[in-house]
């Protein structure tokens, strides 16, 4: 009976350990499509990422504008399919847009995690 106590403790450790959403660290997605991003605003907390799928069939990229350093850029890219996760390690108010398309913004706040 001891031996499959443990088993089943070693067993959830891992679990926990290996699971991102078990941990606290989560995924979200934002289209990029022609001439847009959507959704154009979002939450998240920091240590999370955010994934970009091109959905569109012209060329963008995504690029920090504004908000905390380190500035990041991703390929230039045309047509649908093409994926970029970014993960924001710094709480605050991120401006995402487009080098090739200045009126597309995505706006981003990144909120302190709690423990």
Not at 45 to 72: L, M, Q
Not at 91 to 115: A, E, S
Request: positive net charge; charged residues 30%.
């Amino acid at each position: 009976m001891r031996r499959i106590i443990v088993i089943i403790a070693v067993l959830t450790v891992g679990f926990v350990v290996s699971n991102p959403l078990a941990a606290g660290r989560a995924t979200k997605n934002v289209d990029v499509g022609d001439d847009y991003f959507a959704p154009d605003s979002l939450t998240i907390k920091e240590d999370n990422r955010v994934r970009f799928t091109w959905v569109g069939e012209n060329e963008h990229n995504v690029i920090r504008e504004e908000g905390p350093r380190p500035y990041f850029e991703s390929e230039s890219v045309a047509g649908s399919g093409f994926t970029y996760t970014r993960k924001f390690k710094k709480p605050g108010r991120y401006t995402i847009g487009c080098f090739l398309h200045q009126d597309m913004d995505l706006f981003l706040r990144v909120k302190k995690r709690r423990n």
